[in-house]
């Protein structure tokens, strides 16, 4: 145990905060990443930026929020001018490495505008979000945009044009192969075999990747596609689960009751219509717990890896989501709304160093939120904060047990559903679809542009099926929440082109150069 | 009279919008800039964005609020991701020249993580907020960054090695030469001829830009520096005005108790102790209506040669100030708080098209911001609005008579004084120094960071000598302008690296691309 020279960054994309079994799932047992909560703190109220992958993750990578780096929605590209942990990072000599998804897009009109030319190092980092891709990974790729898994996967004799859909999202159906993209067929296994499953292949890439580093310093964000749809499972974990293993469906006919305009349209997309059938939560939900389970097996093998070559002596490592999956709990399919499923995310971290020995196996049930990775992982490495840009708090404090005065006391997500369907349906502009939430201890308020809030009442309805948006009995805590919202979006950081001590150093310092007005 | 092919935007600096004869004052007599107003439309609540040069010019430029592209002062670079006018309009064959002064930084930490070549005409164009800089000239200038002014002076006969320290802001004194940094001298004639003034110098650079450019397309961006300090004028305009014709002094002993904590601290500086004794505003202000008398026969030669030339008939005139000038109202020098005298500015717009013939002349009562300039210009050029950067509105409905529904019924301007000595008197961080206004046709309401608000009641007090921050009557005017404010800011454009057209083409077309989530 020692001082942390590299991070392992792990994201799962779509993991509810709920189904492990360290945060009390009943039937899923999870020990890999129980085992790694048990050597460190285990962080139960944590909370993603926007509840769609890719501000979510842009939020992870920048530490800022998703109104201050802009990338609102996943077909968004995030602008060169935000800095991520690769430029953090790798200034200090550490290797900065993808394995995986990241769902960054490229920023070409910033890449044409300042004349960085394709083919070059620059270009490549510009475009990936300053990761070096050992191998880019976000599971469907138009052809030519594969990463190297189709070609492991020719290899291994999966021969396709296009092996994923073919073979990793089918299964066998009595009449031919069926496809994963239709939910009613995940029960069948994959027509991948276990050990060449995206889960296989990418714990893999870094088991390698940490290998051939040696004692060289490292980043590495491994970075899973899964319990991800299209929610084929390869056997044995596509009938490891069965309904009854599921947890209970968390949605009230009450909650279709004077619905809130965004939220009635988001239940007439395809997603939230199919698990709405009676029948698709029982399909779906052993698939997810599934592919979950796989996860859990292949981190198992990875921790055995890192502890063979004494990595666990000096490797910070972050497990999260990018979001959680309501699976038809208040009759939604996927994410964005704002309920508890989609925001909240598993947040565990296990830091080597002594000094967190008083607080491992613990509970934090402190309020954490994605902005919070690349603080933390800058002090764990011991690298400049860059607070002028960064709007997380690092969590490095709590691991160790250091003094921490005024800790947040509420967290704040947004949502840009102008690419959704739900903007078509309620027939608004492109610029109109804006919301934001802030969650206290006891009350979650979401701000909608030209709707009606909404607002839950935790403490007396934690599974948020009565919205109290329009009451007028809480119309002062709706107040209070709007006047939180309000201070929050007057912090936020946007004078971006210079840090703190440039500020300090030319504070007043107008005589010194000459420029001596207001003299009399 | 025709189509607008050309815009020259005229900006004073630190000019008020009392100061002119148009808008009323009884002894300063500018009829260059009257003869504007007769042919155009003068805005008389015109307000810049945040009272001091920097931040006010890059909302000019930008046409996006200092929150939003984040250059928050004078020593702040303009980010290179903000696009300007030179972005949008030179791609469409529009040549966008500066003379004068602009305020912009180069962004060199964003020059060097793009790779962006010293040297290179890129480089040229991105350090300079995207003008051509026929001669930037932002007055003082350190050795070595001196605009062409200086070498012109030399030739003209002042020889030194700071020819405008030693000529242009120096007078002759009893006991040799006096600076003109000190206010105490600004009675005396500059030692400058009137002829090689600063004004006269950049006023002929202009007239030769448009010369030169006969019928070929042009922006041009004519920037004086005067009527800001250092104010010293030359002969004979140093004695065209005693302390008989200016306004009265603006203040009231009144307004020294209960202060505002940061207006307080403002009111320790320099600049303020000077203009509070009782002799300073009767040496300076008749010189600074000697700097403004001077610009205004100025502009009367360049109106002509523009007649001369027929670039009356297509070309979009602007003429507005960064901002205004306290002159020892509210016991305060310089600008910044958000006083009228300081965020109120002079903004004229003359437009050649006959559609604008019907408001030749009227005055527009309805508010007008700063960020209001580049939607103008692209309107009147018919070029691409670019409103997903955009903040501002087009001016081009109200100068056309034409339908205007919902027009802004409030106006904003902002603040960050860490680069200040006021922050250091009140022991605050670089981070903590914010403030917001909000004006409403009734109300002045200022949020100042960590401090309790301003109010002004401008139907009952117009002068704005009686603050109501405090004050438990109106702490629901207070409450409602918060909202107001929790509401711009919650419209802030952040998705800046993509527009509308993309989002459109994008909504909900995940089906097209193979991706079928949801489906059953």
């Not at 508890?340 to 607080?359: G, H, K, N, S």
Request: glycine share 6%.
């Amino acid at each position: 145990m020692g001082k942390v020279r590299n991070v392992l960054f792990i994201m799962c994309d779509q993991l509810r905060a709920d189904h492990l079994s360290c945060a009390g799932h009943p039937h899923l047992k999870t020990p890999a990443i129980d085992s790694l909560a048990a050597k460190g703190v285990l962080f139960p109220r944590a909370y993603v930026q926007s509840g769609v992958c890719g501000p979510s993750r842009m939020s992870y990578y920048t530490g800022r929020y998703m109104f201050s780096h802009g990338a609102t929605w996943n077909r968004v590209p995030l602008s060169l001018r935000e800095k991520t942990i690769g430029d953090y990072l790798r200034p200090a000599g550490i290797r900065v490495a993808l394995a995986g998804k990241t769902h960054v897009l490229p920023d070409l009109d910033g890449l044409e505008r300042y004349g960085i030319e394709g083919g070059s190092a620059m270009a490549a980092l510009m475009r990936a979000g300053r990761f070096e891709e050992l191998d880019r990974y976000d599971g469907h790729s138009p052809p030519g945009e594969e990463s190297h898994y189709a070609a492991y996967l020719r290899k291994q004799g999966y021969n396709s044009d296009d092996p994923w859909s073919d073979y990793v999202i089918s299964a066998d159906g009595p009449d031919g192969p069926v496809s994963g993209w239709h939910m009613r067929n995940v029960h069948l296994p994959a027509r991948v075999a276990e050990e060449h499953s995206e889960t296989a292949y990418m714990t893999r890439e870094a088991m390698h990747f940490v290998e051939d580093m040696g004692d060289r310093p490292w980043f590495l964000h491994l970075s899973y596609v899964k319990p991800h749809w299209p929610y084929m499972v390869p056997a044995p974990y596509h009938k490891m689960y069965s309904a009854k293993d599921c947890l209970p469906l968390n949605r009230d006919e009450r909650e279709l009751l004077d619905q809130h305009p965004v939220l009635a349209a988001y239940r007439q997309h395809d997603e939230s219509q199919s698990f709405q059938r009676a029948d698709a939560p029982d399909i779906v939900r052993p698939a997810y717990m599934g592919l979950i389970k796989q996860v859990d097996d292949w981190l198992g093998r990875l921790f055995e890896h890192l502890k063979k070559l004494g990595r666990f002596d000096d490797t910070l490592i972050l497990f999260t989501a990018d979001h959680g999956d309501f699976l038809g709990d208040h009759w939604l399919g996927e994410k964005e709304m704002f309920y508890e499923e989609a925001q909240r995310v598993p947040f565990i971290v296990y830091d080597p160093d002594p000094a967190a020995d008083t607080t491992r196996g613990t509970i934090d049930e402190r309020f954490v939120e994605a902005v919070d990775v690349v603080p933390t992982c800058l002090a764990a490495l011991e690298q400049p904060a860059n607070d002028h840009l960064v709007e997380g708090c690092s969590l490095l404090p709590l691991l160790r047990a250091g003094k921490v005065e005024n800790w947040r006391d509420a967290v704040f997500s947004e949502l840009d559903y102008s690419f959704r369907e739900a903007r078509k349906i309620l027939k608004r502009g492109p610029r109109d679809c804006r919301a934001i939430m802030v969650r206290t201890d006891r009350w979650k308020y979401v701000w909608w542009q030209d709707f009606r809030p909404m607002l839950f009442d935790l403490a007396n309805d934690p599974k948020e099926l009565s919205d109290l948006g329009a009451d007028d009995a809480h119309a002062n805590i709706r107040r209070e929440m709007e006047e939180r919202m309000a201070a929050w979006l007057k912090g936020r950081k946007t004078r971006v082109t210079v840090d703190d001590a440039y500020v300090e150093a030319r504070t007043a310092t107008h005589k010194k150069h000459g420029i001596l007005f207001g003299m009399w």
